[in-house]
């Protein structure tokens, strides 16, 4: 009998024609519409594995009703809607699908970052409703990103793929990690500094953290107030990870210039949300990954990740590797 595998939304056909010959699916066909949380329960209690995004939420409730289930394969880079710890009691592996994404999303990331500082969307807008009478010394004026000093927040692939970026354009990289990376310190030139420090000398904050409890509101006003008045934040990581409410009352306010956003705490995010009320926001529906390549890579690394698992091989992205033993 084969395994069954609930997988949670329509995903790129790639991942469907690898799992097929294998596996029992039963694939929620809603597309663009999240699976309902009734409907997951139901469908996990007799699952084998289980294939879904972000936007699923995999607590102890819902493994409690999941006897069965030996793999939950995450098609995303981050897991932090997964109870890890919860899984691996259950001895349920746990995997992502990092790397294939990282360029991708560095991309997005700079694009942000540009977007942002030169008012690219708000000038768009401006054309486009014809308000555009005449050439102004100071029109739409933004700020530079040639030879300024960009502080990254979490040096992983992503950041080290955004601080190569950076280097093209002269600028001064400084960054925040758990700990020190000399080797990514000798290989782009970046600078460890505490986070203090870093928002008092960048002129663009770039969160690339992954979010944890530690990391959780890790920006706040305090954060915000050691900022410059001309500073840019840029957060293409995770919504939690930024005080929303803080980060409205920072650019309303002028402490700081302005934002560039691709995620948020609620997903979604409600189109009354202040933020979006603002000028000075740029923002984005979590599109960091979002190439045709790259999606489609991801989808079958997850769909790879889960057929490992199932067959008692070790996935090559298993995030919980206590469950193996090592």
């Known amino acids: 009998?084969?395994?069954?595998?609930?997988?949670?939304?329509?995903?790129?056909?790639?991942?469907?024609?690898?799992?097929?010959?294998?596996?029992?699916?039963?694939?929620?066909?809603?597309?663009?519409?999240?699976?309902?949380?009734e409907a997951l329960e139901r469908k996990i209690r007799d699952a084998d594995g289980l294939y879904c995004l972000l936007t699923e939420t995999i607590d102890r409730e819902l493994l409690e009703q999941a006897p069965r289930l030996r793999v939950i394969s995450n098609m995303a880079v981050g897991y932090n809607n997964i109870d890890v710890a919860e899984a691996t009691r259950r001895n349920i592996?746990?995997?992502?699908?990092?790397?294939?994404?990282?360029?991708?999303?560095?991309?997005?990331?700079?694009?942000?970052?540009?977007a942002t500082a030169r008012r690219i969307v708000e000038a768009e807008r401006f054309l486009r409703a014809g308000e555009w009478r005449t050439w102004s010394p100071m029109l739409l004026t933004g700020q530079d990103v040639y030879g300024a000093t960009m502080g990254i927040i979490g040096l992983g692939r992503i950041g080290q793929a955004v601080a190569r970026r950076a280097r093209g354009f002269n600028m001064r990289v400084v960054y925040h990690s758990t700990r020190p990376n000399e080797q990514?310190?000798?290989?782009?030139?970046?600078?460890?500094?505490?986070?203090?420090?870093?928002?008092?000398?960048?002129?663009?904050?770039?969160?690339?953290?992954?979010?944890?409890?530690?990391?959780?509101?890790?920006?706040?006003?305090?954060?915000?107030?050691?900022?410059?008045?001309?500073?840019?934040?840029?957060?293409?990581?995770?919504?939690?990870i930024v005080d929303e409410q803080a980060l409205y009352d920072a650019l309303k306010n002028g402490v700081i210039w302005a934002a560039g956003l691709d995620v948020f705490e609620r997903?979604?995010?409600?189109?009354?949300?202040?933020?979006l009320s603002l000028p000075n926001v740029t923002a984005l529906p979590h599109i960091g990954s979002a190439s045709i390549r790259t999606r489609t890579r991801m989808a079958e690394l997850a769909a790879e990740n889960l057929l490992d698992a199932l067959a008692g091989r070790v996935p090559r992205c298993l995030v919980n590797r206590e469950v193996v033993g090592e």
């Not at 746990?94 to 970052?113: K, Q, S």
């Not at 997903?267 to 933020?275: G, R, Y």
């Open 93 to 114: 592996m746990v995997t992502n699908t990092p790397d294939v994404l990282t360029e991708t999303t560095a991309d997005l990331t700079f694009a942000l970052l540009m």
């Open 267 to 275: 997903e979604p995010v409600p189109t009354d949300h202040p933020l």
């Open 1 to 37: 009998m084969k395994p069954k595998v609930v997988v949670t939304r329509r995903v790129p056909e790639r991942a469907i024609e690898l799992l097929a010959p294998h596996c029992e699916l039963d694939v929620w066909e809603e597309e663009d519409e999240p699976i309902p949380r």
């Open 184 to 240: 990514a310190e000798r290989e782009l030139g970046a600078e460890y500094a505490g986070l203090d420090d870093l928002l008092a000398r960048s002129d663009y904050v770039v969160i690339m953290a992954p979010l944890t409890p530690q990391t959780r509101n890790l920006i706040g006003a305090r954060e915000l107030e050691l900022m410059k008045p001309t500073a840019v934040l840029i957060n293409a990581a995770r919504g939690g």
